[in-house]
């Protein structure tokens, strides 16, 4: 980072979101937090920086702190990250022992979950973000608890905490537009209906599942077969997956899906039957393997087997390998 970068360039990536300096509404309180008394959003749905972006803030929050906020909700063994988890990140990297935060009290669930998905979105475009943080972000706009007016209020406290002046701060395409229908979130996003259906599907899936999504592991159509077994099914599939060393594609999924859900049954979708086992020896009976049939040239047939019917032409090669072998022997 150029050390005469203009100052909001350089806090960009120390900041998800630009303080006025305003008190923020509806009980909050800004207090100096010990920062490893916030433990992180349950199932945080985004990706922490790394690389040079996670390098860049750290250097930036040495060289001013961290100029704004965190959010946090007051729980009974502490407090929980809203908003803020990179800075937190960045923060310990940096040295730091305590960071400041707004604090929220007797915030919902739901309402929680709305802090973690907007400031998300008001910092990076749709069109960025992975897979499962896709699938994140359209299951809490299609979710019917999120009710309007209840947003709205969340988004319009979260934007007072902005700088509107500070035209160099990328707002990542957000738009507030908020529908229940598939179709109409579909065009705020620029997805079909359906695809959006199947994007939601994916925040079914378990966090591991969600991983190879995006790390490219695993097919979309896969997964989204996965997501609709239950938990245990999903885990005893990737475990299942893991040790035969088979790739679950959307074919085997389909097959888990008819499947019961017990380790032998998923077992046998994903790798095929058990094999008999030996009595004996317990060893695997290895199903024997049916002799290929030897082909004859064009040349040979033409020559020798041009008008014999398969059983003699079968009984003659029989007798000429039998005299041959005895000659041999």
Request: glycine share 6%.
């Amino acid at each position: 980072m150029k050390a005469d970068a203009p100052k909001r360039r350089i806090f960009n990536d120390a900041v998800d979101l630009l303080s006025t300096g305003e008190q923020v509404p509806c009980g909050s309180g800004v207090d100096m937090l010990d920062i490893d008394s916030i433990k992180p959003f349950r199932h945080h749905p985004f990706h922490l920086y790394e690389g040079e972006r996670l390098n860049d803030m750290v250097e930036s929050i040495k060289e001013h702190g961290v100029l704004n906020p965190v959010i946090v909700r007051k729980m009974h063994y502490g407090y929980e990250m809203l908003s803020g988890h990179n800075r937190q990140n960045a923060a310990k990297l940096a040295g730091l022992k305590e960071i400041p935060a707004f604090v929220k009290v007797d915030l919902s669930d739901e309402d929680a979950y709305v802090y973690v998905i907007e400031t998300n979105l008001m910092q990076r475009s749709f069109t960025d973000l992975s897979i499962s943080e896709k699938a994140a972000v359209l299951a809490e706009r299609y979710d019917k608890v999120f009710y309007q007016r209840k947003r709205d209020e969340i988004v319009a406290e979260l934007k007072a905490l902005e700088t509107p002046t500070d035209a160099e701060t990328e707002k990542g395409g957000h738009d507030v537009h908020l529908s229940k229908n598939r179709d109409n979130l579909g065009d705020e996003y620029g997805l079909s209906g359906r695809h959006v259906a199947r994007l939601m599907r994916v925040n079914q899936c378990l966090p591991e599942i969600k991983e190879m999504l995006d790390q490219g592991k695993m097919q979309l159509t896969a997964a989204i077969q996965l997501s609709y077994l239950p938990e245990q099914g999903q885990r005893m599939a990737l475990e299942v997956s893991e040790k035969s060393g088979t790739n679950i594609t959307e074919k085997i999924a389909k097959e888990i899906r008819k499947a019961k859900m017990t380790e032998k049954d998923i077992r046998e979708a994903i790798a095929g039957p058990d094999p008999e086992i030996n009595k004996l020896t317990g060893e695997p009976i290895l199903p024997e393997e049916k002799p290929k049939p030897i082909k004859l040239s064009g040349d040979i047939r033409a020559k020798y087997f041009s008008d014999t019917p398969q059983k003699e032409m079968e009984d003659i090669i029989g007798k000429a390998l039998a005299a041959w072998f005895k000659k041999r022997r």
